[in-house]
C-alpha cells in the first residue's frame, strides 16, 4: 500500500526513517540519498504527489514519483545494495542504478533524461 506525502514534514520524517535504516544496513547508498532527495523534490511534476511504501503503520524502501508525466518508482534493492529508478512500477523497467559512488554529473544527466 502507498502513503501520500503530504507535507514537507512527512517527506523529511520519511527520509530520516530512510537515512536510518541507511546507515545501519545500507552503506553503500546511504550518502547519495541526500542528492536523490533534492533531485526528486526539484524534478517531480508540479501538482503530483510524491508516494512511499507502507505496510503496518511503517514506511518501506520504495518511493513514488512522477517526472515529465511519466511515473518512477526508487527502490533499494538488497542483493547488489543499489537504489533502483524503474519506470512505472518497482518491477518496471529499470532505468538506472545508483549508490554512494554515482556522480553528480551522472545523476544530474539521468534526471535530466527522465
Given at each position: 500500500m502507498a502513503k501520500i ?43 503530483s504527489a510524491i508516494e ?63
Amino acid at each position: 500500500m502507498a502513503k501520500i506525502i503530504e507535507s514537507i514534514e512527512m517527506l523529511k520524517e520519511y527520509f530520516n526513517e530512510v537515512i536510518e535504516r541507511a546507515n545501519h544496513h545500507a552503506p553503500n547508498v546511504s550518502k547519495i540519498t541526500y542528492t536523490l532527495l533534492g533531485l526528486i523534490i526539484f524534478k517531480k511534476d508540479k501538482n503530483s504527489a510524491i508516494e512511499v511504501r507502507s505496510y503496518e503503520g511503517a514506511t518501506g524502501n520504495i518511493l513514488w514519483v512522477t517526472i515529465n508525466n511519466t511515473r518512477y518508482a526508487f527502490r533499494y534493492e538488497h542483493t547488489d545494495d543499489t537504489i533502483e529508478i524503474r519506470k512505472d512500477t518497482f518491477k518496471g523497467e529499470l532505468i538506472y542504478k545508483v549508490d554512494n559512488t554515482t556522480s553528480m554529473d551522472e545523476l544530474l544527466n539521468t534526471f535530466n533524461n527522465l
